[in-house]
C-alpha cells in the first residue's frame, strides 16, 4: 500500500472530523488512530487545510472498524 494523499477540507469540515474523533473516543468506541493536518502544497487549493486521518471505530460493540481520510 502506498502513502496516502491528503484530503484537500474546509475549516468547517475539518472541525466535523475532529468533533467526530472527539465523540468515538468520549464513548469509549475508538482506541487508536492518527490524524495529520497540513497547509495544502498547492498554490490554488480550493480550502486551507489538507487531512490524513485514520481511526478506530465502533470498538464499544466488538471489532469495529477503522474510518479513513486520504487517498490511498
Known amino acids: ?3 496516502a494523499k491528503p ?3 474546509s ?7 475532529l468533533k467526530d474523533i472527539l465523540q468515538t473516543i ?13 497547509m495544502p502544497e498547492e ?12 481511526y ?3 470498538n464499544s460493540v466488538g471489532q469495529g472498524s477503522t474510518r479513513m481520510i ?3
Do not use: C
Open 11 to 17: 475549516k468547517e469540515d475539518f472541525i466535523q472530523v
Open 1 to 3: 500500500m502506498s502513502a
Open 43 to 54: 498554490e490554488n487549493a480550493e480550502h486551507p487545510f489538507d487531512i490524513i486521518a485514520t
Open 70 to 72: 486520504g487517498e490511498w
Open 26 to 38: 468520549e464513548n469509549d468506541d475508538s482506541y487508536e488512530g492518527n490524524l495529520t493536518w497540513l
Open 56 to 58: 478506530r471505530i465502533g
Open 7 to 9: 484530503i484537500n477540507m
